[in-house]
């Protein structure tokens, strides 16, 4: 079935439609083919496709290009498919309303209804954000064809709440291993319960003291949190392993390898294997392109306390910033939503910077 947007739809209708054309990671051709459809009908943009991510840019000879990206991919439904509207609350819910279709609706508004911007635009829609870094179209993109993505300045419409988040935390995950010695839990005092001994890792996660650095002007908060443990051979036997499992968001003050430092001293007592990392990203915010968003749009930056891909766009050099509507506290939950005004707000301040 082809689906079809109206992108002269107003910004809550718009994301209805996006929202009710399901597009869980690995799944989003559908939406993909509509969007390239849609933008392709525009005479002032040149569209271009790659897997399922859609560029569309205008070619005006701009001093200045800038890109406002957006993922279109959404976690698993949970019973919040498709959209519904709460016309007494003014509100839109739904799976991906706020992370981040209600983004990607403003950015297919200003696609369609800016033939003249001020700056030149590369307005990017990619796949795959919500799954493992790998498949993510904006990093596949990044590495395949970086001169695609070019530009003085980025603006990532993930859900902000409608206020400027500068930069981004880094994220490392890594396996912190007790060692124990087996033996039979009749003569258990023959062996070594690893389990037992993983209970020194939780007492360090327990007493870790978290930074909260200032970062060109904005303050973060770092987190150090177990997320899994496993142990055990069989309920007659001393363990002779355990492995806790931590993720640290990291402050991007701090890049990739000094984290990985700070995590392996920390847990020196223990065997530490990096699983992932990705660094974060500086705000920028004091460069001309990021300090002019910033006075166009108003309000008051703050930190990007997670990460996104503003990373990926500060690797290639280029400042970027989060910014759109939607409540990031509901992303990924049951009862996910957008207000309405939101939407037209977040259009409405875009506009009025890529307009003068």
Known sequence: ?????DLDADGA???A???DIASV???EKPLADAIERALSARPHLTVQRTGNTVLARTELGRKERVVLAGHIDTVPHAGNFPSSFDSERSLLSGCGTTDMKSGVAVQLRLAAGLAAPSRDVTYVFYDCEEVEAERNGLGALSRSAPALLAGDFAVL???TGGVVEGGCQGTLRAA???AGARAHTARSWMGRNAIHEAGAIVDVLRSWQPRTPVVDGLQYHEGLNAVAIEGGVAGNVVPDSCVVTVNYRFAPDRGAAEAESCIRSLFASWEV???DVAPGARPGLTTPAAAAFVASVGGEPRA???WTDVARFAELGIPAVNYGPGIPEIAHTPGEYVEVAAIAECESRLCGWLSA
């Open 1 to 5: 079935m082809d689906h079809e947007l």
């Open 13 to 15: 209708a718009l994301t």
């Open 17 to 19: 439609a996006l929202t």
């Open 25 to 27: 990671s690995g799944a």
């Open 157 to 159: 419409l993930e859900p």
């Open 176 to 178: 912190i291993t007790a």
């Open 273 to 275: 294997s990096v699983l």
């Open 304 to 306: 990007k306390l997670g």
